[in-house]
Structures are given as structure tokens and as C-alpha cells.
């Protein structure tokens, strides 16, 4: 999945090492607000030092993350897990509208062309309303058609 927004808060490193395999591990959350009409909210780590460090996610930034989504079982309740496995940053510049702003764009060229000029003249006389010719008086049959 994608998410687009601006990083709001970068949480503190944890680290340890694993009693499975002995090695050391780390891991970071960050805090990602969207631009939405209604902005949400959305926490999301990425797991291992080499990756913590080549990310290098800062407080500002906006972000293009893409992440998976997990779930664990802890005490009969189910916990959400959003592990980013890439990071785009966005040109801040290229960033279309902030909440509650519109922002139009400009029309694609040859998307809709202008209609023709109609030349002005008499006005045309009204066109029948009924889509259907009058009835023949000697019909046997009561259908307009």
C-alpha cells in the first residue's frame, strides 16, 4: 500500500538483541499526516539500522512511503503493524493543495474542444415537442405509432 504526507514526528530508535539469534536489531517510528480534506494520522516503522540510515527520514519532509501491513496477537487482541519498505521524497513544491484549498488545474489541450461560434441571425421557429407524428383519425389502432 501507499500513503502520501507530510512527516509530523519522528519517534525514538529502539534496539536490542534478538535472544533467538544473538544479533543486534533496530527499529523506528514515524508519523505520517496526510493531506486529505480531513488529514489522518498514520504511524509506520522501518525495521534494521542499514535501513533506518539510508531512509534518513526527517521531521518536514514530504514522503511517498509504500508499506506492508501486519497483524499480531497479543492477550486475545490483534495489534496493526505498518513496516515501510520504500521511501520517495516529494518536491514540496509539487505538493497541489493544502486542507481546505482548492487548487484548479489547468485544462488538458485538446481535451474538450470550445464549441462553434453560432452566427447570429433570425431566430429559428420553435421545433414540434412531440416525438411522435400526429395520429390519422382512421386508425384502428390507438397507438401513436
Known amino acids: 500500500m501507499e500513503i502520501e504526507g507530510k512527516i509530523i514526528a519522528v519517534l525514538q530508535k529502539q534496539e536490542g538483541v534478538s535472544a533467538r539469534t544473538g544479533n543486534h536489531w533496530a527499529s ?10 480531513f488529514p489522518r494520522k498514520c504511524c509506520f516503522r522501518i525495521f534494521g539500522e ?3 540510515n539510508t531512509m534518513n527520514i526527517q521531521a ?18 490483534y495489534f496493526n503493524t ?3 519498505w520504500k521511501v520517495d521524497r516529494i518536491d514540496p513544491n509539487a505538493v497541489a493543495a493544502q486542507p481546505g484549498q482548492y487548487v484548479q488545474q489547468p485544462p488538458m489541450p485538446g481535451a474538450f474542444p470550445p464549441p462553434p461560434a453560432q452566427p447570429a441571425g433570425p431566430a429559428q421557429p420553435p421545433v414540434n415537442a412531440t416525438p411522435f407524428p400526429p395520429a390519422q383519425e382512421n386508425s384502428t389502432d390507438d397507438l401513436p405509432f
Open 28 to 37: 523506528q517510528e514515524y508519523v505520517l499526516e496526510t493531506h486529505d480534506q
Open 50 to 52: 542499514e535501513r533506518i
Open 60 to 77: 518536514g519532509e514530504e514522503l511517498r512511503v509504500s508499506f506492508d501491513i501486519d497483524a499480531r496477537e497479543y492477550n486475545g487482541r
Open 82 to 84: 505498518l513496516t515501510a
